[in-house]
């Protein structure tokens, strides 16, 4: 199996090449690799400690962070080492100030792991949910460095929990620790085995939690709210722009409509405004003359989760396409969150849904009844905000817990 697993890392990397001159993302993914060896030998401190945090992208960095954070407050002196597989994670997160040295993580071949794991010496080694490299996680296994998971989650269908998954089993061996998410995902790991587990919870409750408490004050959308509700549409796509934009043009008067769309080029903030019949304005063009106008697009980045605290209701896109995006954010706010259909393999929104806090929508009409009923009955909406809220507030600690252990 190792024989396989190899020939496949040389065949992904392989492709990558061929394809790179034609695709952006494999462009940035190849040439963020290129001499990696020299120029991390260039960052590296000869006789530091280091402290590698790797994650797959920009989520799993989220998950990652409060972790980070937490590092370097109680040891201010050591270094934080943080690899991205991703271009998506690391071109948005290569300058962040808290580590050290910032780097795409190499092709995982045996070579390359040898190499990586003898130039940095980590003292610890953090992987993110589910990165599961078996040359880098075995070169760390060798070196008796401590290995561990954070914020893991495992589902039946995962290739660990199959007949031919002994290979892959053999990596999960290798980890100091793994804290999961849920007991559902220990209770599977127990199944096969694996018993250096602990039901963590998910660190992005942490830092939902957190940035709900650093948010600004955006005094914009608040003179544009003025004494109505709020209906947030956060990093919404297309289809989920189209339902709630017919919506809007039915009821205006409902209340106030915000979107802040997860594309805002000139071309896609243009097509959105041509959706209403209302008076539409986009923030960076808003005053105290255009106030009066029904609907809002948020044409920048960096607002949203302040810009939540400001909602009555919130929509979060995605679930029309590969999946939804981040739902915590308008939860911790006590606000009632719907999403499209694909969320299945969103541990949150399940847990929200099946607590009444979360609604998730197919089609217009299916949205329409969800709204109409938020808004026509207000114990029924107060619950559900409640819910909602109550749900992070429950969900909180688990950067605490892996803390104690790794500290």
Not at 32 to 41: A, E
Not at 136 to 149: C, D, E, Q, V
Not at 201 to 226: H, M, N, S, W, Y
Request: aromatic share 14%; glycine share 6%; with cysteine.
């Amino acid at each position: 199996m190792r024989l396989i697993y190899n020939a496949g890392i040389f065949f992904y990397s392989a492709i990558a090449w061929i394809i790179a001159p034609f695709n952006q993302k494999a462009h940035a993914w190849v040439d963020g690799r290129k001499n990696w060896f020299n120029s991390l030998k260039q960052k590296v401190i000869p006789g530091e400690k280091y402290i590698w945090i790797h994650c797959a992208s920009l989520g799993e960095f989220e998950q990652g962070r409060p972790v980070i954070e937490s590092l370097k407050k109680e040891k201010p002196a050591c270094h934080i080492l943080l690899t991205f597989f991703s271009p998506s994670g690391y071109e948005i997160r290569k300058d962040y100030p808290l580590a050290d040295i910032i780097c795409y993580l190499p092709y995982d071949t045996l070579r390359n792991a040898e190499k990586f794991i003898s130039l940095v010496n980590p003292s610890i080694a953090i992987l993110v949910k589910y990165e599961f490299w078996d040359n880098f996680i075995s070169a760390i296994y060798r070196k008796h460095i401590p290995l561990y998971l954070i914020s893991g989650i495992f589902r039946k269908e995962q290739h660990f929990f199959k007949w031919y998954g002994g290979f892959f089993r053999k990596m999960l061996r290798k980890f100091t620790r793994i804290f999961v998410q849920d007991k559902e995902s220990s209770d599977l790991l127990g199944l096969i085995g694996i018993t250096n587990v602990v039901v963590a919870g998910d660190t992005r409750f942490d830092r939902v939690a957190e940035i709900a408490a650093r948010a600004k004050e955006i005094p914009q959308i608040e003179l544009f709210r003025g004494d109505q509700k709020l209906f947030l549409a956060g990093s919404s796509w297309k289809q989920d722009e189209e339902i709630i934009a017919r919506y809007i043009n039915l009821h205006p008067e409902t209340m106030k409509w915000v979107f802040a769309p997860h594309e805002i080029d000139r071309e896609n903030i243009e097509r959105l405004e041509k959706l209403f019949t209302v008076k539409c304005v986009r923030f960076s063009g808003f005053s105290d003359e255009s106030k009066d106008a029904r609907v809002m697009i948020m044409d920048n980045i960096g607002m949203l989760s302040s810009a939540y605290r400001y909602a009555g209701i919130a929509a979060v896109g995605g679930g029309f396409g590969k999946g939804i995006h981040n739902i915590l954010e308008p939860a911790c706010w006590s606000i009632p969150v719907l999403f499209g259909p694909n969320y299945g393999k969103f541990r949150e929104a399940v847990d929200l849904i099946n607590l009444e806090g979360a609604k998730s929508f197919n089609d217009y009409p299916g949205f329409e009844e969800i709204l109409d009923r938020w808004i026509s009955d207000a114990a029924l909406y107060q619950k559900a905000a409640a819910l909602a809220g109550e749900y992070i507030n429950k969900n909180m600690g688990a950067t605490s817990l892996i803390m104690k252990e790794i500290v």
